[in-house]
């Protein structure tokens, strides 16, 4: 009976390993402070570098927390603290650009985006979803706050604010404001920012987005990362312990706390 409680956990490790690598559609490529995920309706747990993001996540990061996230395609997202964000849809097959999609929703906080392969291919397959406008983008780096109103301030490319009241076009070193969903957006000085969106977007434009890339691409792609090499390895010592242990009724949760979740 442990032989095989051992034996199925061990395999249960390999397939946790391998089951990111051909249906990843992005990476967690760093984790500083509480960042936590939810995939679906599943409880929130915490997450480390390496682990996975599929659609239907949702990411909440706390007092202090930052997080940068890579995508199939190449596409960035930085998350700051207090922010939380959900991947609405992804899409992405290197040989079928008719298949690119890209869907994001910022329901508070601050938050980053950097266009990758899809956007160069189709500037239409991108969407981020806030709630006083749809952004759409065109080869573009820029940010968002939502402090009700929305802000935004696009650092490359340019991008569209589009909502009831109709689409705004911003180019590159714009700062602009949108109030409400029924309100059209409007250019503003950066020196009207509040100080809290100054800060934010101060510390996002100040993210170096190559940190810790090749562990992302690697999981992404088909790496095994360390992170989820020594995840594993508390699986198996756990299976360990449990197949030399006294005891003839471990609980079943006692072997899956250590492993990590898969987004």
Not at 182 to 198: G, Q, R, Y
Request: some cysteine; proline content about 4%; aromatic content about 6%.
């Amino acid at each position: 009976m442990r032989r095989s409680l051992l034996l199925a956990l061990c395999f249960g490790f390999w397939t946790l390993v391998a089951v990111p690598l051909g249906y990843a559609n992005g990476v967690f490529q760093s984790v500083s402070g509480d960042v936590t995920a939810a995939a679906g309706t599943a409880a929130p747990a915490s997450v480390t570098t390496g682990l996975r993001v599929v659609p239907g996540t949702t990411v909440t990061t706390g007092a202090g927390a930052q997080t940068i996230i890579r995508f199939d395609d190449g596409h960035i997202v930085v998350l700051t603290e207090n922010t939380e964000f959900r991947v609405a849809q992804y899409s992405f097959d290197k040989d079928k650009p008719q298949s690119d999609s890209i869907a994001m929703r910022l329901l508070k906080g601050a938050m980053r985006s950097v266009s990758g392969l899809i956007v160069s291919r189709s500037r239409n397959s991108f969407a981020l979803l806030a709630p006083q406008a749809t952004i759409g983008i065109r080869g573009t780096d820029f940010m968002i706050a939502l402090v009700n109103p929305a802000y935004l301030s696009v650092l490359q490319g340019s991008i569209a604010a589009t909502n009831t009241a109709g689409t705004a076009t911003f180019a590159a070193g714009a700062t602009a404001t949108v109030a409400t969903a029924t309100t059209l957006a409007v250019a503003i000085p950066a020196s009207a920012l509040p100080a809290s969106v100054a800060a934010s977007f101060s510390n996002l434009s100040s993210v170096a987005l190559g940190a810790g890339a090749g562990a992302a691409s690697g999981a992404a792609t088909g790496g095994v990362t360390a992170g989820m090499v020594a995840a594993g390895a508390a699986v198996i010592a756990v299976a360990v312990g449990a197949a030399s242990s006294e005891s003839s009724d471990l609980p079943i949760s006692a072997t899956t706390t250590n492993a990590p979740h898969p987004f």
